[in-house]
């Protein structure tokens, strides 16, 4: 599948140094090779991966004045004419080059890793952890806009018991008095209602992952290396020198759109001035689109490109869920059969049944990058369940001290009805 998707792909030109001239094509990016391909002929004249590649350089030539170079192995690959610009083709091919993609996603799709017992066993138990966990979750949710349509109607109780006061007041003016005691002294003196304070976006220790990205914002031509960080509270996006460059709260973004499994897109809406926009491109965002299709279930959506990618997630996904009993009995059964081991064992043959034991392979490889995805989901549903947990208990405060003050409201206002009768 991967070396399917594109990418990104540049209009550009391509030195061939037989001939001794350049032609115009295409420069295309997948998740594992570099390939260019002849606009008139549709050859491809340059294909080679990723791995292959020693360095990549902006040089110029005496032909075209600004050109990139590509070395691989002991072949150098002339670029120029790159659109929008030399800078942006150099930050994305560079970053997918020094983030080794063929060594940690390439690799896997080249060759299937063979799957051990006890990594199934592992990956089922988690997975099981994580559905519980998530039904908590929702549990947890619905429990909040419980609590929040409570404080709705507090506050409408409280409103009405503003006017309940004008009015009383209004009765209780002398009989004579054509007009209320109140009406010359202006409106009533309504409590102004607490302006929640604005989360801290320094939050550090909510961080789930901080992945390594390329940033665009506004134009093609305005990119530039960064960091992305998912927090439990939302997003945070600083440049290269971890300087912030924007804060996105979990509230505020309105719509996270995947384009391909390897770049993504954050909005934020505002009326009556331009949208906060970024496009964010990494090799290590594989890893990030399951935490926020997690964080943002109804505002993320995939694109044409990236629907391939999350359909045969959710079918894995699905898979492992299922067999997450029968993992689970097998990882007692092999507990109980172990046992102690016989004292003969302590001999020459014994050490060296535990130096070949100790060469097998545990877990695979593959096994191992889905246990990490599986612990950071695990992560994040317990720093949302904690987020969700303490703005609940402010609730609860707060719904405390509203009821005391409509029952003290109320007790008052009765006691002054009783004195009119």
Not at 64 to 81: D, M, N, P, Q
Not at 193 to 211: F, H, M, Q, T
Not at 387 to 413: F, P, Y
Request: include cysteine; aromatic fraction near 6%.
């Amino acid at each position: 599948m991967n070396e399917v998707i594109r990418i990104h792909t540049w209009p550009c030109s391509y030195y061939i140094n037989s001939e001794k001239r350049w032609i115009s094509g295409k420069l295309c990016l997948t998740p594992i090779s570099v390939r260019f391909t002849a606009d008139k002929s549709g050859e491809v004249l340059a294909d080679f991966h990723l791995s292959g590649i020693s360095e990549i350089k902006k040089e110029s030539s005496n032909f075209i004045f600004s050109s990139l170079t590509v070395l691989e192995k002991s072949t150098k690959h002339w670029f120029s004419s790159l659109q929008p610009n030399r800078n942006v083709v150099f930050n994305i091919l560079e970053h997918f080059w020094r983030e080794q993609l063929l060594s940690s996603e390439g690799a896997a799709a080249g060759a299937v890793c063979p799957q051990t017992s006890k990594g199934q066993e592992l990956t089922g138990l988690l997975a099981g952890s994580q559905k519980r966990l998530e039904d908590t979750a929702k549990v947890l949710e619905h429990q909040g806009e419980q609590f929040d349509n409570i404080m709705k109607g507090l506050d409408k109780i409280e409103s009405e018991m503003d006017v309940a006061d004008r009015l009383l007041s209004e009765l209780e003016s002398p009989a004579w008095w054509p007009f209320g005691s109140k009406l010359l002294k202006g409106p009533l003196n309504v409590k102004p209602k607490e302006i929640p304070a604005v989360s801290d976006s320094g939050n550090k220790d909510g961080v789930i992952l901080r992945i390594p990205v390329i940033i665009t914002e506004r134009t093609d031509s305005n990119v530039k290396p960064g960091k992305l960080a998912l927090l439990a509270s939302g997003l945070e996006i600083s440049n290269s020198n971890s300087q912030l460059l924007h804060w996105f709260d979990k509230k505020d973004v309105d719509d996270v759109k995947v384009h391909t499994p390897y770049e993504i897109s954050v909005r934020q809406r505002f009326i009556g001035k331009p949208d906060i926009s970024y496009r964010l491109l990494s090799a290590k965002m594989p890893e990030a689109i399951p935490i926020l299709e997690m964080q943002f279930s109804k505002k993320i959506q995939f694109m044409e490109d990236a629907l391939a990618f999350a359909g045969a997630r959710k079918t894995h996904q699905e898979d492992v869920g299922a067999s997450i009993w029968q993992a689970a009995t097998g990882l007692i059964g092999n507990i109980v059969q172990s046992g102690p081991a016989p004292s003969s064992s302590r001999g020459a043959e014994g050490s060296q049944q535990a130096q070949i034991q100790k060469q097998e392979q545990v877990v695979s490889e593959s096994e191992t990058q889905e246990l990490k995805q599986i612990l950071r989901k695990l992560k994040s549903l317990a720093l949302e369940t904690e987020t969700e947990l303490e703005r609940q208990d402010e609730a609860l405060d707060g719904i405390t001290s509203s009821v005391d003050r409509a029952t003290m409201n109320i007790d008052k206002q009765n006691r002054r009805m009783k004195k009119l009768t």
